[in-house]
């Protein structure tokens, strides 16, 4: 069985743009949950959607934004980026939404410049 | 609010066996979680613990009390890939609240 795959793996942008991340979850998981990774503030959770719902969602500015798609494909979305989103950006899938179990992407590392 | 405390560093030896504290505060909890991750890889599920006690999984064993809002990791019979990251994590109105993490530096 695949596991979860992260596009693209490395991306560098500048102050202002915009970004979309992709995550394609293992085949029949349903939930989908995305992680800011960084040295000073370590895993933090940014929204989790289950068929197509955003279920969860934590401490992030409106700036970040997701989607699930009705095949359990994910993105997210960054907007009017700053040098601090600077961060490794992983995606978790579970079969369901007890998150007791989550199966991580290798990530996407994003640089703002 | 919600919070977890991790050692930061944890060093020892090859065949050793060492153990990872995890205390945390948080409201609605439902289970502590541990991680792996190796520098530059994907954190990777090792245990859950729901339930008061320990569970055994080869060498890794994980112990939660609820009353304490304490767990703990146990590595027995360490060897250099087990040098990594472990993190834990509580699963808290159905998010997954990651603590700080813990370095553990195996040695030969």
């Known amino acids: 069985k695949a596991g979860v795959t992260q596009t693209p793996r490395y991306l560098i942008k500048t102050r202002g743009q915009q970004v979309t991340l992709s995550c394609s979850p293992i085949?029949?998981?349903?939930?989908v949950s995305w992680y800011q990774q960084t040295p000073g503030q370590g895993l933090q959770f940014l929204f989790e959607?289950?068929?197509?719902?955003?279920?969860n969602k934590g401490n992030f500015p409106g700036r970040f934004s997701g989607r699930q798609f009705s095949n359990s494909r994910s993105e997210m979305n960054v907007s009017t980026l700053e040098l601090g989103d600077s961060a490794l950006y992983l995606c978790?899938?579970?079969?369901?939404?007890?998150?007791?179990?989550?199966?991580f992407g290798p990530g996407t590392r994003l640089t703002v410049l | 609010g919600q919070s977890l405390e991790q050692p930061s560093e944890v060093t020892a030896v090859e065949g050793a066996i060492v153990q990872i504290n995890c205390t945390y505060q948080?409201?609605?909890?439902?289970?502590l979680s541990w991680y792996q991750q190796h520098d530059g890889g994907a954190p990777t599920f090792l245990s859950y613990?729901?339930?008061?006690g320990l569970e055994e999984t080869g060498r890794f064993s994980s112990f939660l009390s609820r009353s304490d809002s304490y767990g703990y990791l146990l590595l027995q019979e360490l060897q250099m890939k087990d040098s990594a990251s472990y993190f834990c994590?509580?699963?808290?109105?159905?998010?997954?609240?990651f603590g700080t993490g813990t370095r553990l530096l195996v040695s030969p």
């Open positions: 959607y289950f068929s197509e719902t955003q279920r």
């Open positions: 085949s029949g998981h349903r939930s």
């Open positions: 948080t409201s609605g909890f439902y289970g």
């Open positions: 994590a509580v699963i808290s109105f159905q998010k997954l609240v």
């Open positions: 613990n729901a339930l008061d």
């Open positions: 978790a899938s579970s079969l369901g939404t007890s998150n007791n179990e989550q199966f």
